[in-house]
């Protein structure tokens, strides 16, 4: 194909997004819940690869493994047992989020890892008072010490995840380009908005990012159109392609900016890292 002005996935126009200012001074920092209840849309692959983008930007972030699955913690290779997590954190055995915070491999990135234990909080904090609001308590201990809080959620719409909408000034929703991809996006939409009018009025769907597009397929074209059709704007021009580089990357436990850098998923997360200061979603 020529075309003179090049479309890219979303159908609109090729653009250039600026590589971002650098940062006199650091925090407070806006938090993202990375949500879909849906699960293996690429959740915690754009946590750890969103996260390490924005650090290469020269950003402070903590990336928190919200999920018992603790795929995030693997995938960025921090330890997630004997030490403290989010779960000792949310349930109080341990007061200072700052101890079990963990610095990774890529400067400017850190975790609070998680483990199985965390798939005992929803038990245990059914009864506390405030529910909703411990991981928001937790995280405003260390707002300051960051630019940007990623949370990875864990694929349900229960007690975590709304302690983390809860915790959160805005919203990234992952959706794979395949059969299926918008069911269930309603009901997460009316969750953001139930916890927006009882307990977190600042709340804002930040938008949603297409992953595992295969350009090849007419079906991932099909899919991506209509999801544009149906959020507009709220897409993200950044669209992560299919890659096996991205598993390859979570099992050597390293971000693809350091496992491929050469790979167009790496270029692809630096895109949306920059897109997200573009829209003043971070600082
Ligand atoms: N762009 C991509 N191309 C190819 N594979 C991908 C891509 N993004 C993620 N994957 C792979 O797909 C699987 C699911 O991705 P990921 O774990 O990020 O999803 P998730 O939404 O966090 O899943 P869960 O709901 O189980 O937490 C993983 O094996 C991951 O490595
Ligand atoms: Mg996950």
New binding site residues.
């Given amino acids: 194909m020529t075309n003179a002005t090049e479309t890219t996935p979303t159908g609109r126009p090729e653009r250039l997004i600026p590589v971002p200012q650098e940062l006199e001074s650091h925090g407070p920092a806006r938090t993202i819940a990375m949500c879909?209840q849906k699960?293996?849309?690429?959740?915690?692959?754009?946590t750890i690869n969103l996260g390490a983008a924005l650090a290469r930007y020269g950003r402070r972030v903590l990336a928190v493994d919200f999920?018992p699955?603790g795929?995030l913690s693997a995938g960025l290779g921090v330890a997630a047992h004997d030490v403290p997590t989010i779960y000792d954190l949310m349930l109080g055995h341990e007061k200072d989020p700052r101890a079990a915070i963990q610095q990774t491999e890529t400067l400017g990135l850190d975790v609070i890892p998680a483990n199985i234990d965390l798939s005992a909080a929803e038990v245990h904090l059914v009864s506390e008072v405030a529910r909703e609001q411990i991981l928001a308590g937790v995280l405003r201990k260390v707002a300051s010490d960051y630019d940007v809080i990623l949370i990875d959620c864990?694929?349900s719409l229960g007690l975590l995840t709304v302690n983390a909408l809860t915790a959160s000034h805005g919203v990234l929703i992952?959706l794979a380009c395949e059969y299926f991809a918008l069911r269930g996006v309603a009901l997460l939409i009316e969750t953001i908005e139930k916890v927006r009018d009882r307990l977190n009025p600042m709340i804002d769907l930040d938008g949603i990012i297409a992953?595992?597009y295969d350009s090849r397929t007419l079906h991932a074209r099909e899919v991506l159109e209509r999801v544009v059709d149906t959020f507009g704007d709220k897409v993200f021009d950044t669209v992560?392609?299919?890659?096996?580089k991205?598993?390859d990357a979570?099992v050597a436990a390293k971000p693809i900016l350091d496992y491929a850098p050469a790979n167009p998923?790496s270029e692809a997360y630096l895109k949306l890292a920059r897109e997200l200061v573009e829209r003043g979603l971070v600082a």
């Fill in positions: 879909n699960g293996g849309v690429g959740k915690t692959t754009t999920d699955q795929a864990q694929p992952p992953t595992m992560i392609g299919r890659t096996v991205l598993p979570s998923a």
